[in-house]
């Protein structure tokens, strides 16, 4: 119990405070590598709440996928002058100021609650390792295994949303393929000669350049 | 508040903590960051932060198992990160139209359709 307690307490501060980091830092590639810090961190909060499957997909699709698709916009727009942006000093103290009173108007609203508080009543032990890929998969294609406790009657399967968030997906990663292609407009199609490839257009060297109606 | 937040074992409102502090670092680092991928970034944080909210309601080692949503908390977050990551994809895409087309990630240069 001592061993989560230190964990917990690991992780969550290195998810909490790498994400103050991603807030505080300008430098927009540490801010990257801060974010990659504290998601891995949160999936390791994830493994310590019994969701081990999540935590998984936490660091497989989010960590592995979505941040280094995002380092790689970085990498593309990161010129010297867009490295470093500051906002004005007025937006950030009125951010800093609303920020920290959300922050402990959310904080208090989440300790007012008294079945949130403490270890309360356990059902399933820390000494038995968790192992929900199977309920988890079972519940996407529509079964659940795990009934509710109240009146022992199986949930509701995840089936449809699970065949609509497919479908998103898919229509959207058409859809930013189609949104990030390179332009090809009718003005840079017909400057082209017609035996395609024109080795002049490519010719960085201004003096030996020649000049194209020669 | 502090204290017993440090004595007493780990239950959901800790989670919860950690969320909130996640979510409000995203509110922010959306409003304040001029950089487009860094409001890219921020939201990233919030649903994060939401992430964890959905785990720590549904874990059955911090609520027990009368009080649990059984795996509804899981699966709402598998369906977050699935989200994140279409959201993710499309936004880079119009980060990079957005670069290509005004020269500058800067989002105070994209000003051209006001009125």
Not at chain 2, 43 to 67: H, M, Q, W
Request: aromatic share 8%; proline share 5%.
């Amino acid at each position: 119990m001592i061993g989560h307690s230190i964990l917990f307490t690991l992780f969550a501060a290195a998810a909490c405070g790498f994400a103050a980091m991603v807030v505080i830092s300008s430098n927009v590639v540490r801010m990257a590598f801060y974010l990659v810090i504290s998601l891995s961190a949160t999936s390791g909060l994830f493994f310590l709440a019994g969701a081990d499957f999540v935590g998984a997909m936490q660091l497989m699709i989010y960590v592995g996928g979505t941040l280094v698709l995002l380092i790689f916009g970085v990498m593309l727009t990161a010129q010297q002058r867009f490295v470093h942006m500051r906002p004005s000093w007025s937006e950030v103290v009125l951010a800093g100021l609303l920020g920290t009173s959300l922050l402990v108007l959310v904080a208090s609203t989440a300790f007012s609650v008294p079945a949130w508080r403490g270890a309360g009543p356990k059902g399933a032990s820390l000494a038995e390792p968790p192992l929900t890929a199977t309920s988890i998969a079972l519940g996407l294609v529509g079964l659940r295994v795990d009934s509710d406790a109240q009146n022992g009657q199986p949930l509701a399967g995840y089936l449809l949303p699970f065949e609509v968030v497919s479908v998103h997906l898919l229509v959207v990663l058409v859809g930013a393929a189609y949104l990030a292609r390179t332009r090809v407009t009718a003005g840079s199609l017909s400057a082209q000669p017609p035996g395609g490839f024109d080795p002049d257009d490519v010719e960085a060297d201004p003096q030996t350049a020649q000049p194209p109606n020669l | 508040m502090i204290a017993t937040l440090l004595t007493e074992p780990i239950g959901v409102a800790h989670y919860l903590v950690v969320g909130a502090v996640m979510f409000i670092a995203g509110i922010v680092c959306m409003a304040t960051k001029r950089n487009l991928l860094g409001v890219l970034m921020g939201v990233e944080l919030v649903l994060n932060g939401a992430n964890v909210n959905f785990v720590a309601i549904g874990s059955p080692y911090l609520r027990g198992d009368t009080a649990s949503v059984g795996l509804d908390g899981q699966l709402m977050a598998l369906f977050v990160i699935v989200l994140a990551a279409a959201e993710a994809a499309v936004a880079l895409a119009i980060a990079l139209n957005f670069y290509n087309t005004v020269n500058t990630i800067d989002v105070d240069a994209a000003d051209q359709l006001r009125g």
